[in-house]
Nanobody
């Protein structure tokens, strides 16, 4: 499975951004999918995840109430809608996927995209 993340860019604080993750060689209907972020010099941090069949969604505390993860099976795409962005959200965002049916907040996922940079200016 290959993942392609996109949608990053420069946004002002308080603004919104929608990230997309498209899969090839597999379908998101059979994958649990997560988004992680990594700021320069830091390790990857869990942001949000959605289980294989979409029945379970988890968010990091920092993302709750501001970010929304969703699957569009028809488009084989997972989105991360990011609202009320803050400068501390500045990071490279990675989508990750795995065949298991449960969510893990550790970066223990089999498949990874290349990352898309989000920069939030104050």
């Amino acid at each position: 499975v290959q993942l392609q993340a996109s949608g990053g860019g420069l946004v002002q604080a308080g603004g919104s951004r929608r990230l997309s993750c498209v899969a090839s060689g597999g379908t998101f209907g059979t994958l649990t999918v997560a988004w992680f972020s990594r700021a320069p010099g830091d390790e990857r941090v869990f942001v949000a995840a959605i289980s294989k069949y979409g029945g379970t969604i988890h968010y990091a505390d920092s993302a709750k109430g501001r970010f929304t993860i969703a699957k569009d099976i028809a488009k084989n795409t997972v989105y991360l809608q990011m609202n009320s962005l803050k400068p501390e959200d500045t990071a490279t965002y990675y989508c990750a996927a795995d065949l298991r049916n449960w969510i893990e907040s550790s970066p223990n996922y089999a498949f990874w995209g290349q990352g898309t940079q989000v920069t939030v200016s104050s």
